[in-house]
DNA sequence: CCGGCGCCGATTGCCAACAATCCTGTCGAC
DNA sequence: GTCGACAGGATTGTTGGCAATCGGCGCCGG
């Protein structure tokens, strides 16, 4: 990220694997991705790497990069680690938090529970990304609030497929509740169990075989 | 490490690094480690990118790479993740572990125990890191497995000054064996328990001031 | 005598060209 | 007709050199 020319490439790239531009399994032609960015290949090259350290990315020695394809398996792996990480983020914020904290904190799990209620999912899923931006911010602890964030990128898709499940919205706002609950009280063992407890059920929603919607588009 | 150049200078870079030669703080000139490494300046340039992505180094633009300086306060919280991620490998071996691989763990423990009992320090130093890999190897989670070992990786420093003091190793034996215990009778929860609080016990030791040696340099 | 200013060596960042490697399509032999 | 070898094109990996930038040193003014 030296470089203004190669960290405009590194944004580029990860937007457009976040935005599903670029689903996974796609090749990174050097090439394509300088007249795309209108950088030096040499820039393009370093973003490719710096996106391979963070495990988006993939490359094949002579053959080129492609979007990493993240398993079912993986994903499940991914979510365990982000489960202990949470754990520890979740206990740290309930030692920390200042009241200037707390009251933000309540008021966004309202919105979050409006936006249920009003059945804006897209909505709903970004907030829950903010909410754990809110915890982890709390909980001072940037290198774990850096480990999950790395971690939650590599499957941007996995938690896209996952929010649009029937009946999951209600069960996490439920167990963001407690979350938030816990950490308010500033009680560290509760606030571990409930964001263990939401993760846990975001695995066990993951080893789910993926539900047929009947929906032919 | 796409070429055998890179690979090289990044191993020679990464020995240098933890055998305390290029100590924290020590800065990274291109040219030095061309002349040391033998290997081409863009090749080094490429070691010292991976090096950062692993945190073990820091580039200031313009003015080169140093090899980082964590602090206590990081060491403690970069051991605080290890710790939740130690208890969720712990875990999962208790799990999974097969009869092949608790004989040698076993055995493993007894060699320590020698290793403790004889004062060789540094051998036992080697063996605990030994022993996290077999519990990691029997977790079968390499996710959380890399994740420990580059968390690892960037303390080297701190984990040599912590072997050394006096009465460490014997806590230290006391809560590897629990584990140890926990992980062949597969009893995930105490396994879990186990592990975490080893980690704990790092955190706390490494929490307290460094004790006085009465050298006054 | 002291503080600010401008040059200079050293070092890094960048780029364009070269060399190495791999995939694809085609040709020929069996 | 099918399999294997071969050449062509495309893409990546590497090298060397050049421009930009920074810290230090000496010089000048106060």
Redesign the pocket.
């Known amino acids: 990220m030296?470089?203004?020319?190669?960290e405009s490439a590194e944004r580029a790239l990860r937007a457009a694997i976040s935005r599903g531009d670029m689903p996974p399994g796609h090749?990174?032609?050097?090439?394509e991705l300088v007249a795309l960015t209108g950088?030096?290949?040499?820039?393009v090259?370093?973003a490719i790497d710096a996106l391979i350290a963070e495990g988006l990315v993939e490359?094949i020695?002579?053959?080129?990069?492609r979007v990493r394809i993240v398993s079912t398996a993986e994903a499940v792996a991914i979510t365990e680690c982000r489960m202990a990480l949470e754990g520890l983020l979740a206990r740290k914020a309930a030692e920390r938090i200042t009241p200037a904290e707390i009251v933000p904190l309540r008021g966004h799990l309202r919105v979050m529970t409006d936006a249920v209620d009003g059945g804006d999912l897209l909505k709903y899923s970004d907030l829950i990304q903010q909410l754990h931006g809110m915890v982890h911010d709390a909980a001072r602890h940037p290198i774990a609030a850096g480990l999950v964030g790395r971690l939650q990128a590599q499957l941007v898709r996995h938690q896209f497929q996952l929010s649009l499940r029937p009946g999951r919205p209600r069960v996490s706002l439920a167990e963001l509740t407690a979350l938030v609950d816990a950490v308010t009280a500033r009680d560290p063992e509760r606030a571990e169990a409930a964001a263990v407890a939401h993760v846990r059920s975001i695995v066990d929603a993951l080893s789910e075989p993926v539900q047929q919607t009947g929906d032919p588009a």
């Open positions: 030296a470089s203004a020319a190669q090749r990174l032609v050097e090439a950088v030096s290949r040499s820039a090259r370093l490359r020695p002579h053959r080129g990069a």
